[in-house]
């Protein structure tokens, strides 16, 4: 065959994969997720979107419940949104065996044609979300309150067993954290091999103080007090040992969280010693009061980051013996900007020793577009990677694809409790989902593309395997045509698992005050950084037991433009 | 001969893809006896409650209290269940723990049961309702209840340990019995339930 036909096949080829790739980006531009709809109001599209999206009995049955119960929260349906919760941990706990059929099937197809199985700061938002409804539902019913309290302790003891757990593999927060703050590092960047080492120190999901801050309150609020006492005391040290620093969480948290614990070892009495080492701490700023109630209040603010795809394209080098891998961005202009900044934050070849290595490799032109991709040289493993065919499998490019994380945009300046007209006190962040999903997408990255390339390889290979069993003659143009099939039906198989609980919030901010028993009129405002201002009313009915409430605040940007003012109230 | 080669070489595809559709098994549904215990995982359940009601009512009915109060009264003495609290780390159907106490106690015929302060409620509802319209011989009077000489209250406690796949769940159920006259706790009973879990991380 001549080389001009072949020439003109790899071009084909080139051109129907990166229409294939732009067609994988085109469908998340166009569709607005669940929780986009939600913040719109329209919570019928929501659920058919999901209905649409997400099989109840299907790979992505886990989601399923999850966005459902998200949405039935929204809608103060807790009981319904309960048992999407629980069928979701009932998946989780199953989850654990893992298929070995599944598992071989991934190397031949893609991770998205397996089970979604979750993330592991997943299960903590579940008995969070299961122990809230619980809780709106004791407000609901104040004459028959108790078993929806004890409920929702149930969770916070699951939560705990969970979190043990968890601490014991990853070591927890025991010890201050030496190294310092993550975000700050992202900025760092490019010191890569596959991702630089320190970007991705310190970014493991290893224990939650928020959660266990929450469970102290609803300890604390059913008279509980060793066990809040205990929780209030774990939260403190995690966040004092580093969590508020992985988080880019205010230091107030520590002394909100401080005086807390305080609170609970003066009501249960016998910890003078602790006592007087806190308010020492808290220099002076505490205050109690027995005539008051503690009321706590939760405000879940935006929309979690999403999960997109990063397409790269691997092809191999006979002249540098190497394999290159260069990105193919689509998108808008700022999701392509963000693509290229991921794509060299953890993998393009962008330190000193690339450059030099790229240098001796290729010509000039390759150093200048070492921040755009990435080269395996192979070196003295050339011949080999030949004689294994992988040389000849990659003749028309393979596609890879893996996840990147949109950027993190933080619209709020600030957040306030007001009380009678008048500012009472400040909402402060206490967790940061949007850090926590980016954080662990730049944790997976190493391993997710490492799995992404061996697959491809792997399905490269056996394609070329199957052509030759098959009797088809590779060096002719039916033999070209076969190969630039396979080529496609492993492009099309290639797709990143851009799978996420979508509903999940931006961030979680907390007010914890004592006001008196009775009917209180409060309203939260949400100042955005556009100057918008976001107001969200609601009566409390204060008394001794009913002292935390929860909100979700969504921050649909473009409505603030046309002046709308889109204020989900969501107090239970 | 060189057909049966290439037969031989399809054979791991073929294996894989029979194991991969074994995973996905249809639904099978059969009837099977109530009592007996089918574990599917380590969390309390059905026979869990039977279990210890039967036990803890036993223990309860062998304690010299009934014999004190039917020489005292000379009728057998009637319990109310207040609360049992589930402090467990597991969801409990409290109600059905309740009612199993219940049927054990009733089936021993040493005690009798005084209904809830909301079934009380209600039969007196529908006793106001007979006072207006149902006939004087078939009316049930106002006034005539029977009131409760001990009650009944408790908690479920639970703890967990696990480490990788294998989780030992400990149960604990601590119920005590009040006489509602003196105060006096007169029976205070205990049951202690131990789960193994153990669970492999590969499967089909």
């Known amino acids: 065959m001549s080389a001009s036909i072949k020439k003109s096949i790899s071009l084909l080829v080139i051109l129907i994969q990166v229409c294939l790739l732009s067609a994988c980006n085109i469908t998340p531009l166009q569709q607005l997720s669940p929780a986009q709809l939600a913040q719109q109001g329209n919570f019928v599209k929501a659920k058919q979107n999901i209905t649409h999206n997400y099989s109840k009995t299907g790979n992505e049955r886990l989601l399923y419940h999850l966005e459902m119960a998200s949405l039935l929260q929204l809608e103060k349906n807790f009981e319904q949104s309960n048992t999407h919760l629980s069928e979701a ?44 409804n619980y809780n709106a539902l004791a407000q609901k019913n104040p004459s028959n309150a108790q ?57 493991d999901y290893k224990d939650d103080a928020y959660a266990h801050f929450l469970s102290g309150v609803l300890f604390e609020q059913t008279g509980e007090l060793d066990s809040a006492r205990l929780q209030y005391e774990r939260a403190m040290q995690m966040y004092d040992n580093g969590f508020k620093q992985q988080y880019k969480l205010p230091d107030l948290v520590s002394h909100q969280v401080s005086a807390a614990l305080a609170r609970v070892m003066q009501k249960a009495g016998g910890y003078q010693n602790k006592l007087r080492e806190l308010k020492n701490k808290l220099k002076g700023k505490y205050e109690s009061s027995n005539d008051h109630t503690n009321v706590t209040i939760v405000q879940d603010i935006g929309i979690a980051p999403k999960r997109k795809q990063l397409n790269l394209l691997l ?8 394999l290159i891998m260069t990105p193919i961005v689509f998108g808008t202009t700022q999701e392509r900007k963000a693509q290229i900044r991921w794509f060299q934050m953890l993998h393009a070849d962008t330190s000193l020793f690339d450059m030099i290595q790229n240098y001796m490799l290729g010509d000039l032109g390759d150093v200048a577009m070492g921040t755009v991709t990435k080269r395996l040289p192979l070196g003295p493993l050339w011949d080999e990677a030949v004689k294994l065919g992988i040389v000849d499998a990659l003749e028309f490019g393979a596609r890879i694809s893996v996840t990147y994380l949109e950027p993190i945009d933080t619209p709020v300046k600030k957040s306030e409790v007001w009380l009678a007209g ?46 030759k069993e098959v009797g088809v003659k590779q060096d002719n143009l039916l033999g070209s045509l076969a190969k630039f099939s396979t080529s496609l039906v492993n492009a099309i198989t290639a797709s990143a698992d851009t799978r996420q609980w979508q509903t999940l919030p931006l961030e979680t901010r907390v007010a914890q005050f004592a006001l008196p028993a009775g009917e209180q009129k409060i309203t939260i405002k949400t100042y955005l950084n556009s100057g918008h201002v976001i107001e969200q009313s609601e009566t409390l009915n204060i008394n001794s037991n009913m002292g935390l409430w929860h909100t979700r605040t969504f921050l649909d940007t473009k409505r603030d433009q046309s002046s709308h003012t889109l204020s989900t109230l969501n107090m239970e | 001969m060189k057909n ?171 119920l005590r019995l009040i006489d509602m006259t003196s105060n006096r706790e007169v029976w205070n009973g205990q049951k202690k339930i131990q789960k193994l879990q153990e669970r492999s991380g590969y499967g089909f």
Not at chain 1, 315 to 322: H, M, R, T, V
Request: glycine share 4%; charged share 25%; hydrophobic share 40%.
């Open chain 1, 89 to 132: 941990i009932n998946l989780i706990e199953s989850f654990y065996t893992q298929s070995i059929s599944e598992l071989a099937m991934v190397q031949f197809s893609g991770p998205t044609y397996t089970t979604y199985k979750g993330k592991a700061y997943y299960v903590p938002q579940i008995h969070i979300m299961k122990a809230i």
């Open chain 1, 147 to 203: 078993p929806f309290f004890d409920a929702a302790l149930v969770e916070m003891r699951q939560l705990d067993v969970f979190l043990t757990g968890l601490k014991e593999k990853t070591g927890g927060y025991t010890t201050l954290q030496t190294n310092d703050s993550t975000a700050s590092k992202i900025n760092e960047v490019l010191t890569p091999i596959f991702a630089p080492k320190g970007l991705l120190e310190n970014i």
């Open chain 1, 315 to 322: 092809k191999a080098d006979a002249q540098a013996k190497a």
């Open chain 1, 422 to 467: 008048k500012p009472y006190t400040q909402l402060i962040p206490y967790h940061s989902i949007g850090l926590l999903t980016l954080q662990d997408a730049l944790a997976q990255s190493n391993s997710e593309i490492r799995a992404a390339l061996t697959r491809e390889l792997t399905k490269a290979l056996s394609a070329k395997k199957v052509l």
């Open chain 2, 4 to 174: 049966n080669r290439k037969l031989t070489k399809l054979i791991p595809f073929a294996v894989l893809s029979t194991l991969a559709l074994s995973a996905c098994e249809s639904t099978k549904v059969q009837r099977i006896d109530a009592n007996q215990e089918v574990a599917l995982s380590d969390k309390w359940n059905g026979k869990d409650s039977q279990l210890v009601a039967e036990a803890m009512i036993s223990d309860m009915l062998s304690f010299p209290w009934v014999n004190d109060h039917l020489k005292r009264e000379g009728s057998r003495p009637a319990i109310i269940i207040q609360t049992v609290r589930n402090k467990s780390h597991q969801h409990i159907a409290v109600d059905t723990f309740l009612n199993d106490l219940k049927r054990a106690i009733l089936r021993s015929g040493q005690a009798d049961f005084v209904a809830n302060k909301e079934v009380r409620n209600e039969i007196r509802e529908e006793r106001k309702d007979q006072e207006l319209n149902a006939s004087l011989e078939s009316q049930n009077e106002m006034g005539q209840e029977y009131g409760a000489d001990y009650a009944l209250s408790g908690t479920i406690n639970s703890f967990v340990d696990q480490q990788g796949g294998t989780r030992v769940t400990f149960y604990q159920v601590d």
